[in-house]
């Protein structure tokens, strides 16, 4: 769970893919995608993943003006952001993580 807005900058100056999963936690889609979410972590390991809890980081949620609708996954490559999806659907973002290898 990323803590600040220095440490979610510091994850964007990574090389290569991360995923940036935007969610609350009192957001029932995004508790049911959370165990998915860690999943795909373990399996796409080319893939950096992080959390952003909105409720505690709503200044740099409302920096993405897509994360209106949670969960909002945003792929950052080499510290730009290239795509987004929001759903809670677990194939929906598991396809998605595949397209990114």
Request: hydrophobic share 35%.
């Amino acid at each position: 769970m990323i803590s600040d807005e220095k440490e979610f900058s510091q994850l964007l100056k990574t090389d290569g893919f991360v995923l940036v999963g935007f969610t609350s936690k009192h957001c029932a889609p995004c508790k049911r995608i959370a165990p998915e979410f860690q999943k795909l972590s373990l399996k796409f390991l080319k893939i950096k993943f992080a959390s952003v809890n909105t409720d505690n980081l709503k200044e740099l949620s409302d920096a993405y003006p897509e994360t209106e609708s949670i969960p909002c996954f945003i792929m950052f490559q080499s510290g730009k952001k290239i795509d987004t999806i929001n759903t809670s659907r677990e194939k929906k973002l598991r396809d998605w993580c595949s397209l990114q290898r």
